[in-house]
């Protein structure tokens, strides 16, 4: 019988060659493999590629730093809530019909009254807060923040302004009036928030979405508890009113030294203009002060500012709890150059009105300029627009009320000399008169003591003058054109945010 070659077998021979194998199918390969020698030594594997997973440190960092988010945000958010609950509220746009066009970004009436309510006897003594409050607005503010949360921009609203107001209801009489003229902080007092948010709307076309009112006991509290805010001065500041006295220098203050800060008005010649610059510069050191300590980031201690600044605002009854998370989240990104400063543009000082008094009349071409950059949410300064070369002096010549007398026989200079000072930005009466003597050589600027560093400022506009103290003549200078007069000089303030209707940055005014 012959040897029958069969495909078990493991390798060919001579008798047993090798049979041709047929295809196996690709699933068959799958299932059968080569089998490897026995050997002592152990199979070699082939080196496949390893996906790497990720360290187990990164992804505990990760869940943690998620779990921290989460918690600080719902802390936040339980907190604001529950101090949410505690703001005073005030229906300050109950029926309110034909109002603004709304514009981009958020708008913000701040007002400051002067209740002294809740303020001790010993602050009382300390800080000159003696008197019975007039019951209307202290300071009043349009705060802007830009629709990006990126910018805020503050226009200072002067307390004197000429104002005619809406047809309201006096809320102390019951009295119905039609609108008539008024100082626009008197709003306040006949037809309370509603009234003065109607009346701020009239006159800027700005549509205000909120309204927040502030009090003496409130800032005096918020700036407690932030630890002080620090200013700098260049040169002294004393007010016998308010009892104001600061060396010239670098001062932390707190509550009731900040507050004698911002209601000074008897510094200098500049009086309420002044004031609110003081504020202004105040504003900015309030915002680097928050912004650059940490407080955002630290739920319990903003809880305890936030705490202490609503603890006697009073505010409309849309702002809320998402409004307070929004505007913290826009102060996250703030520094001091995200914020820009100034005042409504004054036209005329001294505006006399019957039965009102002096007034301060605005500027109606640039206020109306100002209020469309707020409505189309537009920064208010131009930082590439080259400024003027002007001599520097101490006091902006925006805060210089000036009365020009003609003491030549030259008819016409008076009318001259009022409109050179007008043109460099000097707050002149608009309505120049003659001298008594007409025989003037020189050109004189006449001043009351307390006024001397804006007369020093006044004569370095007039080369050649000569200064001239007058006891009692009051807070309005006096120049007496010579006949050496050639030319008035642009003259500017060393101080950058001096000077009325300039726009300044927050970081401009900040101490270096």
């Known amino acids: 019988m012959g040897l029958r070659c069969s495909r078990s077998h493991a390798r060919p021979s001579r008798?047993?060659?090798?049979?041709?194998?047929?295809?196996?199918?690709?699933?068959?390969?799958?299932?059968?493999?080569?089998?490897?020698?026995?050997?002592?030594?152990?199979?070699?594997r082939p080196v496949r590629p390893v996906q790497r997973k990720k360290p187990r440190w990164a992804m505990r960092a990760v869940t943690t730093l998620s779990v921290v988010v989460l918690a600080s945000a719902g802390i936040g958010h339980a907190i604001v809530t529950s101090l949410d609950a505690d703001i005073s509220r005030v229906d300050a746009f109950k029926d309110m019909k034909n109002r603004p066009r709304a514009g981009h970004g958020m708008n913000v009436l701040l007002v400051g009254t002067d209740g002294r309510e809740k303020v001790t006897e010993a602050e009382r003594r300390e800080y000159r807060l003696g008197g019975a409050p007039c019951h209307c607005t202290d300071t009043m503010m349009i705060v802007h923040?830009?629709?990006?949360?990126?910018?805020?921009?503050v226009v200072s609203l002067p307390r004197d302004?000429?104002?005619?107001?809406?047809?309201?209801?006096?809320?102390?009489?019951?009295?119905?009036?039609?609108?008539?003229?008024?100082?626009?902080?008197?709003?306040?007092?006949?037809?309370g928030p509603?009234?003065?948010v109607r009346t701020v709307e009239s006159m800027t076309r700005v549509k205000i979405d909120h309204y927040l009112e502030v009090d003496f006991t409130s800032f005096m509290k918020t700036v407690d508890v932030l630890g002080g805010v620090r200013i700098c001065t260049a040169e002294p500041l004393k007010d016998r009113y308010t009892g104001l006295d600061l060396r010239p220098g670098t001062h932390t203050l707190q509550g009731g030294q900040a507050l004698q800060y911002v209601r000074s008005r008897h510094v200098d010649g500049a009086s309420d203009l002044g004031r609110m610059q003081r504020q202004q510069r105040f504003l900015a050191a309030l915002v680097d002060r928050t912004t650059s300590s940490g407080i955002l980031l630290n739920p319990m201690k903003f809880r305890d500012i936030t705490r202490a600044a609503l603890g006697s605002v009073r505010a409309d009854k849309g702002f809320g709890t998402h409004e307070l998370l929004d505007l913290g989240r826009a102060m996250r990104n703030f520094s001091p150059s995200s914020s820009e400063f100034t005042t409504v543009p004054i036209g005329q000082m001294g505006y006399a009105v019957k039965g009102v008094g002096s007034t301060l009349k605005w500027d109606t071409r640039k206020a109306d300029r100002l209020f469309r950059s707020l409505r189309d949410d537009k920064p208010l300064s131009s930082p590439h627009k080259p400024k003027p070369k002007a001599l520097r002096v101490d006091v902006a010549p925006q805060q210089i009320r000036v009365q020009v007398e003609n003491g030549t026989a030259t008819a016409g200079l008076g009318k001259r000399v009022d409109t050179a000072l007008a043109a460099t930005d000097f707050r002149?009466?608009?309505?120049?008169v003659n001298a008594a003597d007409r025989t003037l050589k020189r050109t004189v600027v006449a001043y009351d003591p307390r006024w001397d560093r804006s007369a020093k400022s006044l004569a370095a506009a007039l080369p050649g003058s000569r200064l001239r103290p007058v006891k009692g003549l009051g807070a309005t200078l006096k120049v007496i054109v010579g006949a050496d007069f050639r030319e008035v000089r642009r003259v500017r303030a060393v101080d950058p945010a001096q000077g009325e209707s300039g726009v300044v940055r927050g970081d401009e005014v900040l101490c270096s």
């Open 15 to 44: 008798r047993c060659p090798s049979l041709p194998t047929p295809p196996r199918s690709p699933a068959a390969r799958r299932r059968r493999r080569p089998q490897p020698r026995r050997s002592a030594r152990p199979p070699v």
């Open 145 to 153: 923040i830009s629709e990006d949360r990126e910018r805020a921009s």
């Open 161 to 191: 302004s000429y104002a005619v107001t809406p047809a309201h209801t006096d809320r102390t009489t019951g009295e119905r009036h039609h609108g008539h003229p008024v100082k626009l902080n008197a709003a306040y007092a006949e037809g």
């Open 194 to 196: 509603q009234l003065t």
């Open 428 to 432: 002149t009466t608009r309505r120049p």
